[in-house]
DNA sequence: CCGTCGAGTGTAAGCGCTTCCACTCGCTGG
DNA sequence: CCAGCGAGTGGAAGCGCTTACACTCGACGG
């Protein structure tokens, strides 16, 4: 199909020699901007063709003075979460004819200058959750950078978007006081916005039915920090604390950390403690006991993100908007057998 | 720390004329490139600091002509496995200095203009197994950009990076032998590069102990392509073929859906069928039961890209590079009890 | 005392494209 | 028959940066 040479970079400049035009007919040949007459046109896509020639990006993008391109900044992509969410994303920004740039926090040092690199590079931003400082936040947000907050508190002047979950957690305390549990205890991190709104539901159902509501134990939202925490608070020395009946997990890889710690001590879930997660990742599906928990929906997540920063970008809407989806509890087995009848 | 006042974009030029200085003396100063007194220095930096300037990206790289970017094809983000790649791959990217592109290929029509946009953008390409034509990885490699094939069967004049996939087969399938089996079944696509050469070692294996090698039963690599293909496997019409006595799955998520249809179907795994997948992904462990497989390097396989392609782009090496990652047996319960003693 | 050198700086030429503007020219309507 | 128009095209000015090259000037060695 294509000539057997090849420079790697043909110009508009030699397409344009050699079809015998200006590299301005060339241009509006390639673009369909302003008149060209059928032959011209043909001798250009010819040249073209013979050339191989790819417009370069950065030519365009230097002279549009735009990216076609979007930036997302999230904290990790281990667990199903982040990844789900990013594939949402993606896929719409792709569809609207944008390339996505990516940025992990993980444990970065100079978070600050490589978010700096990122919005230089991009025409907007969606920034997950507590990843970066509100100091930057504010700093894109004057820079006039199109930004979507994405499971975070929403800012100012800031689009967001996040999943409810005040109200499901308070479904899910109350389902869990409907199998007659009383006594319980948090486990997951506090320093992400959406698990604080997790944990405020939590605690409002809790008191409603005159229970002192536990502390969180903080812990790192992977199975590895669940463990711990299901360590700590399962395998209290002998007549300390008292084991709670129901252990609610901030995020399902929490949820699985505990129960392997449960199993570890020789405790039977749900016999012996109830637990729950949250997001519904394929694991707790097949986790043993398979996991109840709340179901995000994820994709979806990451892909009003993108449209609504294609508004932004686009210019379409200029008043920040803040958009809550809508999540849904999961029965499984880990909360315990049903009794009688669920409401 | 900023000024309250911040145009989206001060260019080189306004610094310049702030700081009583010429355009390349900005330059100068900011990229330590040529001598700059240090009062002149001064100057411009707190120029800088008061315009809140941050040269702009496409400036940059058309000047320099590289883009400080890398990009990354691949299938699928749902399911660990890519994740934990693209994480590995984007941690040492970023540590090089590179941002990271990212293109899903996931039921798209058009993979062919959208990998070629995106070679556009970036100094270097991983290629994620068989994502994209033959055709497109040819002419990336004839326009000169650097690129690496990863767990994809390497081609003439490129880089490749995958995990060991024929001697673990082959190990895994000794290694259910020896749990007595001798009727098997394989579920999984077959148009994955990586899949058939573990569907090679399995076959070397069974023909080497007399035992008719079966034809892989092609399915999705997700849960449900696995549901689906463990009820046509495990769900035969009475008298129908006979039920094998282990299903060898591509990876773990097609083995977690052939258990959960064994389950349906009132199979217990290990007890009437055993199973086993690849990757060990997180919910493998988690899984009931937990799933005997072959854990693959994930992480280790996309920062080995990253690193491949880096030496590619800096010229460091001209000639194509070849790297294997070993892997290992993980053997769990699903692939029954242990008869006596493992070899 | 003068030639030389190097530190410090400015000028201007790209990098590859888009697009405004000016210009030519064959047609059409008055 | 001519003004006017619109299709088709080229020239050239950016877009924001880097960098080769030229230049100035004070210091220094001979």
Redesign the interface.
Same mark, same amino acid.
């Not at 109350?174 to 604080?196: C, E, K, N, Q």
């Not at 409603?208 to 920090?225: K, N």
């Not at 398979?290 to 970008?313: K, S």
């Given at each position: 199909?294509?000539n057997s040479y090849?420079g790697?970079g043909a110009t508009i400049y030699e397409v344009a020699q050699r079809a015998g035009v200006s590299i301005a007919t060339v241009s509006r040949a390639l673009r369909n901007t302003g008149p060209v007459a059928a032959g011209t046109r043909e001798k250009v896509l010819r040249a073209v063709e013979e050339l *191989?020639f790819?417009?370069?990006?950065?030519?365009v993008?230097?002279a549009q003075g735009r990216?076609a391109?979007n930036g997302i900044v999230f904290p990790?992509?281990?667990? %199903?979460y982040?990844?789900?969410v990013?594939?949402g994303y993606?896929?719409v920004a792709?569809e609207l004819g944008r390339?996505?740039?990516?940025?992990?926090t993980?444990g970065?040092a100079a978070v600050q200058d490589?978010v700096?690199?990122?919005? *230089?590079?991009v025409d907007g931003m969606v920034i997950f959750g507590r990843t970066v400082e509100d =100091?930057v936040v504010d700093?894109i947000i004057?820079?006039?950078?199109p930004l979507v907050l994405l499971a975070r508190d929403p800012v100012e002047r800031a689009d967001a978007v996040c999943s409810e979950n005040t109200a499901s957690a308070e479904a899910l305390t109350t389902h869990l006081l409907g199998h007659g549990y009383s006594t319980f205890a948090l486990a997951g991190d506090d320093d992400r916005g959406d698990v604080t709104q997790r944990w405020t539901g939590v605690r409002r159902v809790l008191s409603d039915h005159g229970i002192r509501p536990p502390e969180p134990l903080p812990c790192e939202l992977t199975?590895e920090g669940g463990y711990a925490a299901g360590r700590t608070l399962l395998g209290g020395k002998p007549g300390g604390a008292r084991r709670p009946e129901a252990v609610i997990c901030a995020d399902d890889?929490v949820a699985?950390g505990v129960?392997?710690a449960a199993e570890e001590l020789g405790l039977d879930v749900p016999g012996d403690v109830a637990v729950t997660g949250w997001d519904d990742i394929?694991?707790a599906r097949? =986790?043993? %006991?398979?996991l109840t928990t709340v179901r995000q929906p994820m994709r979806l997540l990451g892909a009003r993100a993108a449209r609504a920063l294609d508004e932004l970008i686009k210019g379409a809407r200029t008043v920040p908007n803040s958009e809550i989806l809508p999540t849904q509890l999961i029965v499984r087995s880990s909360c315990g057998p049903h009794p009688l009848e669920e409401k």
């Amino acid at each position: 199909m294509s000539n057997s040479y090849e420079g790697q970079g043909a110009t508009i400049y030699e397409v344009a020699q050699r079809a015998g035009v200006s590299i301005a007919t060339v241009s509006r040949a390639l673009r369909n901007t302003g008149p060209v007459a059928a032959g011209t046109r043909e001798k250009v896509l010819r040249a073209v063709e013979e050339l *191989g020639f790819t417009p370069s990006r950065l030519g365009v993008s230097l002279a549009q003075g735009r990216h076609a391109a979007n930036g997302i900044v999230f904290p990790d992509l281990s667990g %199903p979460y982040f990844a789900e969410v990013l594939l949402g994303y993606e896929e719409v920004a792709s569809e609207l004819g944008r390339s996505v740039l990516i940025l992990s926090t993980r444990g970065r040092a100079a978070v600050q200058d490589l978010v700096r690199d990122l919005v *230089g590079r991009v025409d907007g931003m969606v920034i997950f959750g507590r990843t970066v400082e509100d =100091a930057v936040v504010d700093e894109i947000i004057r820079s006039r950078t199109p930004l979507v907050l994405l499971a975070r508190d929403p800012v100012e002047r800031a689009d967001a978007v996040c999943s409810e979950n005040t109200a499901s957690a308070e479904a899910l305390t109350t389902h869990l006081l409907g199998h007659g549990y009383s006594t319980f205890a948090l486990a997951g991190d506090d320093d992400r916005g959406d698990v604080t709104q997790r944990w405020t539901g939590v605690r409002r159902v809790l008191s409603d039915h005159g229970i002192r509501p536990p502390e969180p134990l903080p812990c790192e939202l992977t199975v590895e920090g669940g463990y711990a925490a299901g360590r700590t608070l399962l395998g209290g020395k002998p007549g300390g604390a008292r084991r709670p009946e129901a252990v609610i997990c901030a995020d399902d890889q929490v949820a699985l950390g505990v129960i392997l710690a449960a199993e570890e001590l020789g405790l039977d879930v749900p016999g012996d403690v109830a637990v729950t997660g949250w997001d519904d990742i394929m694991a707790a599906r097949h =986790a043993r %006991p398979a996991l109840t928990t709340v179901r995000q929906p994820m994709r979806l997540l990451g892909a009003r993100a993108a449209r609504a920063l294609d508004e932004l970008i686009k210019g379409a809407r200029t008043v920040p908007n803040s958009e809550i989806l809508p999540t849904q509890l999961i029965v499984r087995s880990s909360c315990g057998p049903h009794p009688l009848e669920e409401k």
